[in-house]
């Protein structure tokens, strides 16, 4: 049952999730949902990161009393992926920020929250 | 030094504190950051420059003190100045450029303009790669931020498709990057190429995802619908930095990122290159508004970028040279064309013909287009000729022809949208008016890429012996631009005339011959420029550029030098046809058959040059391989200008819808360069074909058709000078079909012809042009009887028409003469004797020309009709005269041609006896022959005018007519379509299957580019399923068979 | 006056109007002149020539027109006495006006005389041309055509067979090799007689003076 | 060259004038005779040429009006004066140093371009229909011709006339007619088409358009128009003997030949009625042109 651990599980729930992001990306109609739905891609690439970053049964990258510095780097999980993390949601935090900026935007220009009514622009 | 990390430590430092600002200090806020974008390029230049000059190391720079991996790296060596000065000189006009925008939404908008700027250049600089994943997504927020601050629905659904894309990327690149993390354990570049991830199995994909998101901001064709739509919606100033900026930030981390990959890399991008390449421009052709075609020239410039840094494996140390040349020709061109198009506020295409108000907006709009699709004297001229010869010199002979093909799309739509400008209709104009921060970006552009070109030059070994003293003489001419035209004339013709006293020592051979046609040709015609009133604005500097490019193929030595005059005369030779009445798409076609013309013969150089060390033209004598395919690739490319049989579809209107002195210069004079070709090519490839098949054989029978189909429309022309283009189509079969005979006599011939038809060919378009310049119609049903009224012009079109025909005594029956002889000792009969039949034919359209303008009926319109000008008729009095002395005294002018060709073909040479010409055939003694004709002539005359010294002179309509008399010239002048019978019974033959051809295949095109452009249906969801598409593909085409890229 | 004959204004390719007057314009306005024979010796030896080649310009105006055909035949064969039919006025030297004249018709057959050239000789063919024939009475016929234009030979008959003609013409032969056909001199002579002759009938004179 | 050439010039042109003249009315006389018809006297043409020259009056339309029957003589006496009219002898040899087949082939254009000028300065319309006519048909007889002369050129390998007659002598075996047949039979064809007699008549037409080109010509102009009419046919006579039958060495046997020849295009006109104008362009280019270019593979 090797494969069963958190890590693994993770790291495939995190895969779900991403792809769970896209299929709403792609298939919602409304912008809400379409945000939604890259809100869950963004998180789930979060899930990702810090899955990969996980040591088995190490603990936080935090050196104090419960880590032995010379061999912190064997006990604790890297901590570089959670550092990346940390920006990473920020970033997404931001993206998301604007798409909502736009979605009320176009909602004030056209009333719609219908993706198929912004398609005049094309070819 | 400033460091620069100062860079940042600025940008950041004003786009807070732009914050404090209020609303209502704009202006200082305006400035604030103005001086933040100036020291960023300050920083940036002032790196560029101590690389540039001093032994500059390229240093790096550790933020936190640690060495990486465990900080971030900054690097700034000579590249990273390079792409950093770019992109902040982009910047900072395009802040400039952008005043009233900034200005009217604020400091918001200054901050994340600031920021943009500053998350594009960390890009460039960093060594770090989830750094550069930040900084990536800094520089796309702040895009869509600027995109959001504008008013229209179009551009915020725009900028959201924009963001919704952008988004999806940087997942996969961050997927990427945590990936690479994982098997690399370091972010460090350095670190992760050392580590060899292509190798391991996991870590190929991680690469691969992250190549192919960068290689997704690039905006690879198809997936890159959601930049067309910003490149269309958003302000051109966005549109610039979008196209120039950031595409070269992320070309730049392209080029980091390719080590991580490692060898294979280079060969999925260099496909998802030419695909970028072909699809985007072929996709343009359908565009009508100006943005969006902007948009799909600029994802194809970025396709030929990827093409060749994915081409570098074969380019060698010339990789970066090529690279740079066609990136910045892009930013500087692209950027111009952007700002251009928020000045000229014109949504269509169609409606640019705005622009023309201004002349000089013309001029730097010209500059850009040209400068876009490769010509000379643009960095970009540069780049795509070492291309060519390094793609040809490893064999890469597809990719070559792919390039050539990409190119000359982009010139397609690119040239179809400046004809508009320079011609387009002149209704529903915008309005527009120009703003000196709006022109100044521009001008400092244009400026930009003539400095770099020349900068370029330099750096080409084999173009340092380039001739800029022409180009500098037509600078001086556009500078004097405002003065009269007598004046400018004048100075013209010294010039010409100066530079060829001082180059007439060095010439012989048939350099002489040919300087002599377009020198001394060119003098004559710009004789007749006197005739012109006012300013001519633009004329002269065109005209120039033409002879200056004729020039330069006389005196090129190498093969840069030739493809660059041909480049300049096309230039030259484009302006001047469009300047014309209707030719629009004349013009069109003209540039088109050139440029495609242009890449054949940039093929054959590139072929002939494998193997060789040196550009000189005679590499084309000992090729190493290919030589029947360097032979027809160069007599094609020639061909497109001597317009053969096929290729000569662009003529015609080109020719005939010019302006009269101009006429006689492309068709009499410009012609000819494409005959200068041929004996340049033929002189030193000899004998070619393709196993047992002559091609030279079929040259001649190419000769003859198209002599026999010129002739022939000729004779079917209602026109004037459309008849005159089509018989300078059909002379130039005589040349070519002489020329393929490859014999002292068939050369004889050629040359000949090619000296007469220079001077009728002149005095013929003068004494049209004369006509139509007083009667103000080409259509010569309209005119008629003019022998009254121009009998000067009448005398001109005569001797004119007696050469053309090569009726004995005039000089025209020499040539003839000789090619009889020349195909009696060749062998060639059947094609001979269709270029008998066409030289029959000829006699249809001299008659034609001569009855319907001088003889029959005169107009009522025209009964006060004056005679042409006088500095109409110099030139071809001058012309006259030297065809009369030729005639009477042929050997003056076919024994030196003959001692020129001697040294080639000495068989079956001529002998002269004075002026008795003997061939192993016949003999011909042109003087004798003038004074029998002449003799009899005068006898009979005397005899004549004793018996019948006082006839009765009449007037038009006193001509028995079935005891009726006729009532209007109009309806007794025998004149439209005046071989009907001809045409009925052989009007089949000039059906217009060339042109149908080449339309169809021109339709066909831009059908299935219409087609094709349907995937992009304007929805985001649909953008995003090509992004995923896209990175679906190509992890098959790049995992397919094997593991690892 | 026919439209195209009115003068009328145009505008030159430069946008200046032009006047323009047809008649004065677009035809010659010379008056004929009187050409002196020759000394009579050459005199004599062309006009044998002019005898002996006769190139006729049949002006088919009424039913005698068909009676001009059978002389081509070979029953008839004028030819042998050097009698050729020509199409053009310019070149034919008898021309053989065959039945009545209207009034219009006598408009081109006027201009058409004047256009051949001296020395040149009319036939008359029929009675029509000598008194009007059955249309004596006719209110659009003209009776006389020696009124209009002087005339060489006429042939009475009506219609008259072409013998007649043959023997017309051998009329013509004797007086033209007796120097008698002088009549184009005569109309230059009495031209403002045969003018004012022909103005009195043809009302809407809408040509010049003489029709080179 | 020396003077005496321009006697002997003109002692040939005196010669050949009056052979046209009694030619044209000799063979009008046949026609008649065909027609059952007496016909005209053999030496009408004489009499009509000086009825034209003592017509006293002349009109013109313009300069080249006036000078375009200048054009068409000077064509015509020059073609003449540029060919060996009596092979072997010296005073008939002519200017015919000046130059070889080709310039012959060419100068008779000078006369037609000339005459057609002239003939579009009256302002006729028939005259310029005429020409167009013409020209159209000249254009179409002209390739079979042109192959024929590449294909005699090539068989005795000069363009000299002289020497294609000295070639040819020796019986008339070794005429070309015989030793080239195709070559001969397509310039034969093409020669119908040049002397412009039934079925190719589309210049003069003189039913439809009457007598095209010259129909505003009268009185003197006309008259030298009529001399050409005599030496030009016998011109082209001349040179189709040179090149086909052996040329002549005594005027007996140049007189005889060019009168056999002759016969060719009246017979082919006695029995043919007029082609429309397209129809004889096509034609030209038809059997002729076919049996030109089997002589240019045969060569």
Redesign the interface.
Known sequence: MEKFNLENISLVIGILVILIGLWGLLTQKNLIKIIIGFALFDTGIHIVMVSIGYIKNGTAPILDNAVDINNAANAVVDPVPQALVLTAIVIGLGITALMLTYVLKMYQKRKSLEINNYNDLKW | MVGPIYIIAVALGTAFSLGFFKKANVKFSFAFMLLAMTFMTFISGQWLYAFLTQQQETIQIFTAGFKPPFSISLQMGFYEAVFLSIINIVGLLSAIYMYDKLKEKGVQMMMVFVLLFMGLNVVVMTRDIFNLFVFLEIASIATAGLIILDKSANAISAGFKYIIATAIISGILLIGIIAVYYYAESLYINDIINSNLSFIKGGAVAVFLILIAIVLELKPFPANGWALDVYEAAHPGIGTIVSAASASAVIFVLTKILPIVGESGYYIIGIIGIITFLGSNLLGLKQNTTNRLLGYSSIGQIGLLLTIIGLTPYLGDKTLFIAFGVLISHALAKAGLFWLSGIINSKNIKGWAAIRRNPHLLVLMGTFIFALVGFPPFPSFFAKWELIMQLANNDKIIWLALILIGSFIEGVYLFRWFGYAIKGENQDLPEFKIQWNKIIPVIIFALGLYAIGYYYSTLTGSAASLNYIPLLFILFLYAIDFLPVYIKNTISIAGIGYYLYTIYPGLEEFNLIFALIFLAGGILTLLAGYTYKGKRQGFYPLVMMMFAGLLGLIEANTTLEFFFAWEIMTIGSYFLIIRGKKSMTHALSYMLFSVGGAYLILAGFGLAHIGQSSYSLDILANVQGYAPIIFTLLAVGFMTKTASIGLHIWLPGAHAEAESDVSPMVSAILLKAGVFGLIVLMLRMGAQSFGSFDIYYALAWIGAITAIMGNMMAAFQEDAKRLLAYSSVGFLGYALFGLALMSHLGWLAAVSLSVIHFMFKTLLFLAIGGVVM????KEMYKMGGLIKKMPFTFISVLMGIIVISGVPPLTGFGGKWILYNAVLDKGWFLPAGAIFFAGIIAFLYCFRLIHTIFLGQLK??????KEAPFWMLLPQYIILGVIMIFSAFPNSLLKPIGEVIMPYFSDGALEWQGQLAVSNFGYWNGELIMYIVGGIFVIVFAWLWFMNRNA???????I?YS???????ETTHFAYNFFAPYKKALGFLVSPIISDFWEAVSEGIHAIADKIRRIYDGNAQTYVLHIIAFIVIFYLIAFGGSYGI | M?E??KK?T?????G?P?E?D?LK????D?KP?V?KPAHPIIEK??NW??A??L?VLG?GTGCGAIEMRPLM??RF?A??Y?I?WR?????A?VFVVSGYLSVKTLK??V??YE?M???KFVIALGSCTINGGMYWDSYNTINRLDHYMPVDVYIAGCMPRPESLLAGFDKLKTIITEGRGEG?NTYAEKFDWYKANQKKVIKDWD?PDY?? | MEFKNIGYALLTIFIVLNYGLILQGVVRKIG?RV???????WY?PY??I??NY??????THGVMFYIAPVFRLTGGIGLLLFMPVIFGSDIFGNFSFAGDLVLVLYFQFFGILGMALGAAESGHPYSAIGVSRGLSQVTSFELPLTLGVIAIAMQYQTLNITEIVAAQQGGFMNWTIITNPFAAIAMLIAFLGAMGRSPFDVVLA??EI??GPP?????GL?GVLQLNRAIFPAAKLILFMNLLFGGATNWAELILKTFLIYMWPVFVGTVFPRFRVDQSVRWFLTVPLIIGIIAIILI
């Open positions: 007083r009667v103000k119609t009522d319109e025209h009964r006060e009709v009765q002179k009449v007037k038009q309509f006193n028995g005891a009726e008399r006729p009532s209007l010239p | 026919k195209d004959f009328r145009v505008i030159s390719p430069e200046k032009i323009i047809p314009d677009y035809f010659s010379a002149k050409y030896f062309a020539a002019r002996n080649s190139w002006f035949t070979p064969d030819y042998r050097g050729q199409p053009t006025p310019r070149q030297s081109r057959v201009r058409t256009q050239q001296n020395p184009a040509m029709n080179w | 008649a027609g059952r018809r007496y016909g005209i006297r009408q009499i009509d000086i009825k003592a017509k006293r009056s002349t009109i003189p039913q009457p007598i129909t505003e010509f009268q009185s006309l």
